[in-house]
């Protein structure tokens, strides 16, 4: 996620708590100025965590999903093709991949899990 992309979330995320705020909401003065509360306070006030905090517990549950599939390793391993232009991977974003390994199912597990299937797709031809 860019900067730009995180800014505009936490935009949107601190007019949300405003909303939700019951106390610590903006209020306009006489001059026609707004006097905003500190922002600490309203996340306080509503419960609610800093928006950088939910996007890292988002990657957390997608690297715990992914760390053991086959493919992963493959992904990790493979290299840029020449001639493209160069950007970020998404598992060379920040996630920790070792705490994600040890909370998730073991390699074994997921072979199986992939092998039996949800009965979805099962007896299509392409």
């Known amino acids: 996620m860019t900067p730009a992309a995180l800014k505009s979330l936490e935009g949107f995320h601190l007019r949300a708590m405003w909303r939700m705020a019951r106390t610590h909401k903006p209020c306009r003065e006489l001059d026609g100025s707004y006097t905003y509360p500190a922002t600490p306070d309203v996340m306080e006030e509503v419960g609610l965590h800093p928006i950088a905090h939910y996007v890292d517990v988002r990657r957390q549950t997608i690297a715990k999903f992914i760390v053991y599939r086959p493919i992963f390793d493959?992904?990790?391993?493979?290299?840029?093709m020449s001639g493209t232009c160069p950007h970020q991977w998404w598992w060379e974003q920040p996630?920790?991949?070792?705490?994600?390994?040890?909370?998730?199912?073991t390699s074994a597990e997921v072979a199986a899990?992939?092998?039996?299937?949800?009965?979805?797709?099962?007896?299509?031809e392409l």
């Open 74 to 80: 493959s992904c990790v391993e493979g290299r840029q």
């Open 95 to 105: 996630m920790d991949l070792d705490a994600a390994r040890a909370e998730a199912p």
């Open 113 to 124: 899990e992939d092998d039996a299937g949800d009965g979805e797709g099962e007896g299509l």
